[in-house]
């Protein structure tokens, strides 16, 4: 099943080029509670369409997550608009304390039971 999450925060790593700065996404369960995972769960959790991130952006609209390929960088998470960077997730704010990989998995579980 496809689930959909809002991102609200990004980790960063500035020693790498703009392409790869994003490793973590994050954002707030409907408890209030933060989650994170890194990019590379992200992506692949893209590419298996079990799961899909966006961010709200030009008056609250969804902008889906998008993987895109730079020839030199590899691989990288942004949104369509951002062609070049993912100048959008570098725009947005850090958050450090977020559950675990395992406590949003029992999470997701627990929600798509009931």
């Known amino acids: 099943m496809n689930s959909s999450h809002e ?59 998008v993987l895109n390929r730079h020839p030199l960088y590899g691989t990288f998470l942004t949104i369509a608009e951002d062609t070049r960077e993912p100048t959008t997730l570098l725009g947005m704010p850090e958050v450090l304390e977020a559950p675990t990989k395992d406590e949003m998995a029992a999470y997701i579980e627990a929600r798509n039971a009931g």
């Open 7 to 65: 991102i609200e925060f990004v980790l960063k790593d500035f020693s790498q080029r703009p392409q790869q700065q994003i490793s973590h996404i994050g954002g707030r369960l409907p408890s209030g509670t933060q989650w994170k995972i890194s990019t590379k769960e992200a992506m692949e959790a893209i590419r298996s369409d079990t799961a899909r991130y966006f961010v709200r952006i030009d008056g609250g609209l969804r902008n889906y997550l």
